[in-house]
């Protein structure tokens, strides 16, 4: 099953440093089978607020997505990303290209909440 890793970043500093971020990042996903899907861009805000940049790259599963961010290489330039915003990064599974919305209440219980 997919997972994605997903940061919403908040206050970058586009500058040396971010820079070299951005020309490495791709090299440490590309043995993972790492791939963006969404990197910042303009937002079309249709419901409550927004700020920062969202950003979200693909991978085949979760190990592999585990492994690209413990990798040594994506460890050796993380800090160039963590010292120059903030935000909040995390992991996710996909779902199945046949997922319906009901599927996420199978085993939940009656008035229990989903998250």
Same mark, same amino acid.
């Given at each position: 099953?997919?997972?994605?890793?997903?940061?919403?970043?908040?206050?970058? $500093?586009?500058?040396? =440093? +971010?820079?070299?971020?951005?020309? %490495? +990042?791709?090299?440490? @996903?590309?043995?993972?089978? &790492? %791939?963006? +899907?969404?990197?910042?861009?303009?937002?079309?805000?249709?419901?409550?607020? /927004?700020?920062?940049?969202?950003?979200?790259?693909? #991978?085949?599963?979760?190990? *592999?997505? %585990?492994? /690209?961010?413990?990798?040594?290489?994506?460890?050796?330039?993380?800090? @160039?990303?963590? &010292? $120059? *915003? %903030?935000?909040?990064? #995390? @992991?996710?599974?996909?779902? =199945?290209?046949?997922?319906? !919305?009901?599927?996420?209440? !199978? &085993?939940? !219980? !009656?008035?229990?909440? @989903?998250?």
């Amino acid at each position: 099953m997919p997972a994605y890793a997903v940061g919403h970043l908040h206050d970058v $500093n586009v500058g040396h =440093d +971010i820079v070299e971020y951005l020309k %490495r +990042i791709d090299a440490t @996903l590309k043995p993972f089978g &790492g %791939r963006f +899907i969404i990197h910042g861009g303009p937002v079309a805000l249709l419901e409550g607020s /927004w700020s920062g940049d969202l950003i979200v790259i693909a #991978f085949p599963d979760r190990d *592999s997505a %585990r492994a /690209w961010y413990a990798s040594p290489a994506y460890q050796q330039i993380l800090p @160039l990303r963590t &010292g $120059n *915003s %903030r935000g909040d990064v #995390f @992991l996710i599974e996909g779902v =199945d290209a046949d997922h319906k !919305a009901a599927d996420v209440l !199978a &085993g939940v !219980a !009656a008035d229990q909440p @989903l998250g």
